[in-house]
């Protein structure tokens, strides 16, 4: 490969890298405080705050209006907002836009109220997915959250219908375990810390900065969806005897009060679709059959598509043969009625029956976060036996700062250490180690970045391990170097005979050092697997750095400043 492909090779790594790091460098070093503590609270907390903040920059307007004054600084959005209303309604723009023209341009001050909580909606939730895709930090760095989980075997007693024995409940807590540890790492929350505490408790430790609502949707989610007929008879009854006693239908609990108002056989459900939160907005009522028509426990696959018509996410499930059986006779027999999907006693979505349905089942209705969260909770299936949350608090991350800033500090040293020492042996021919050195760090970051992967005490230790494994390759390249000098060669011959004898060298000790580390990672959990992905990334990047990087500084002294000796020994010239 020439020069100059390589050239434009490690220029196109370097640009990619920097794409993957970005969000890291922003979210770390350009968000203040403040606004990350608000993009990491739950959705809830930020309804509350947009709509609060939105009302009062609203009021500020009004104020500013009734004393002729300009629109904030803060709210120059909002004037924007206005001269495209006025631009595609083809009306005549003021001459001046302040407070009253920027209020005047809106047909309700509802309208002008929108667009300001929509605004600070879009910016918060925009810094929620750069936090996504930035590094995360580890328990030991960042804090988390911990949370001891109850087992309920009395109603699993319940269910099963029969004295459990300890062979049950030591099943009932293992599978527990399993379906944990499944769903967290699905979800893309790397290394938590998932043991049994006691007999009947299991503890559940997350690192990172991690939304508490979005966790307690994991680990509590039953993924208890059925499928249930509409009675639109009894949902009509129901209805008319709602409207004429609206305060007197449900009890405190959300129990009827009159339970004769509808059949023995239906119950009344909460109709819930997402609002622009993504949070469960109740919009009704409807009455479903308590017979349940199929149990999601024979779904067998569940994957997220987009519609073909609308492009909305889709969840499609796979169901098992006795599933489908099941689902075929009852759409069969229930054509032209509603059906409903009903997902931990809220029905999701209505639909009607067209046709019998065999295998494959089609479900509308939700956002996209949803659509995954349900599809990913159904793949790991409903969890053996129910569980409480009896203690859940936050962890701080004080003590990181600390043990962050000391990590560094050991890093930075390491790396200080080596360069000196390359710069001290080496003459001119450390720098290039030095250069390729730098290059490693920022290529391991940037690779932990763009697979989001979780930074650890122990992912700190790898990074450490790697600057001195990334060394050897240029100690190996050096040696042999001094050889082929010693031999009275050029400057070229020199170089090309050092780095094709010390290629396999350097390939065997890397590749036995990857396949150590890829063992580790599959094998190991927790601290053992962080250090084994970060030392794995380290082989990588420092392979590439020495055979790919080294080289082309090497050539470019040769070619472009046209050096005739390698300075890379203080007894050799």
């Known amino acids: 490969m020439s020069k100059r492909y390589r050239f434009f090779i490690i220029l196109a790594v370097v640009a990619l890298c920097l794409v993957f790091l970005s969000p890291t460098i922003r979210w770390y070093f350009m968000i203040p405080k403040d606004e990350q ?21 609203l009021q500020l307007l009004l104020d500013n209006a ?26 005549p723009a003021p001459e001046t836009w302040n407070a009253r023209a920027t209020l005047s341009a809106f047909a309700s001050r509802q309208e002008a109220l929108d667009v300001i909580e929509t605004n600070y909606r879009d910016r918060i939730f925009a810094l929620k997915n750069l936090q996504k895709n930035a590094v995360q930090l580890g328990l030991d760095l960042s804090g988390g ?16 219908d029969h004295p459990l024995t300890d062979a049950d409940r030591e099943d009932a807590m293992n599978r527990a375990l399993e379906v944990l540890n499944s769903r967290i790492d699905r979800f893309g929350l790397t290394e938590p810390v998932i ?7 299991i503890y559940v430790e997350i690192p990172g900065t991690a ?17 249930r007929m509409v009675d639109t008879d009894a949902f009509e009854k129901f209805s008319q005897y709602y409207s004429e006693h609206p305060t007197s239908t449900f009890d405190g609990t959300g129990n009827l009060i009159d339970p004769t108002i509808i059949p023995d056989d239906v119950m009344i459900l909460g109709v819930y679709t997402k609002d622009r939160y993504g949070l469960d907005e109740f919009t009704g009522y409807t009455a479903v059959k308590k017979e349940i028509g199929l149990d999601g426990n024979h779904i067998k696959s569940a994957v997220v598509d987009r519609g073909d018509v609308d ?26 009625k509603q059906l409903a999907i009903v997902l931990d006693d809220r029905v999701k979505s209505q639909a009607t029956i067209q046709s019998g349905i065999h295998e494959s089942v089609r479900l509308t209705g939700f956002g996209l976060d949803e659509a995954n969260n349900i599809a990913l909770t159904l793949r790991t299936a409903a969890l053996p036996v129910q569980l409480e949350v009896v203690n859940q608090q936050n962890i701080g991350a004080s003590m990181g700062e600390d043990t962050i800033r000391q990590g560094l500090y050991a890093l930075v040293g390491g790396l200080a250490a080596v360069m000196i020492f390359m710069l001290l042996f080496y003459k001119v021919s450390g720098v290039n180690a030095v250069v390729a050195q730098i290059l490693n760090i920022f290529l391991m970051f940037s690779i932990l970045s763009a697979f989001n992967f979780t930074l650890t005490l122990p ?8 600057i001195g494994m990334a060394v050897d390759a240029n100690v190996i390249i050096f040696e042999r170097m001094k050889e082929e000098m010693r031999l009275g060669k050029s400057r070229k011959a020199v170089v090309d005979a050092g780095f094709n004898k010390a290629f396999w060298a350097i390939m065997d000790s890397n590749i036995t050092t990857f396949i150590a580390a890829l063992f580790l990672s599959q094998l190991g959990s927790g601290p053992i697997q962080g250090f084994a ?30 050096s005739k000796k390698v300075s890379v020994s203080w007894r050799i010239t």
């Open 37 to 57: 503590a608000l993009a990491l609270s739950s959705r809830e907390q930020i309804k509350i705050y947009a709509s609060q903040t939105a009302q009062a920059d």
């Open 211 to 227: 939304d508490p609502e979005r966790i307690n949707d994991i680990i509590m989610g039953k993924g208890s969806l059925t499928f």
């Open 533 to 562: 992905v970060s030392l794995a990334i380290g082989v990588v990047s420092s392979v590439f750095t020495a055979l790919f990087v080294s080289r082309l500084i090497f050539d470019f002294g040769t070619d472009v400043l046209g």
């Open 145 to 160: 959250l911990s949370i001891v989980l109850q087992t309920n075997m009395d109603a699993l007693q319940e269910i099963t």
């Open 311 to 336: 492009g909305k996410p889709e969840v499609t499930f796979i169901l098992d043969d006795e599933g489908g059986e099941i689902f075929y006779k009852l759409t069969s027999a229930n054509v032209g």
């Open 66 to 91: 009734k004393a002729g004054g300009d629109a904030p600084e803060k709210l120059l959005f909002l004037q924007k907002q206005a001269k495209k209303i006025l631009k595609e309604s083809r009306a």
């Open 459 to 466: 992912s700190i230790a790898g990074f450490i391990l790697t």
């Open 195 to 201: 043991r049994r505490q006691g007999t009947d408790q």
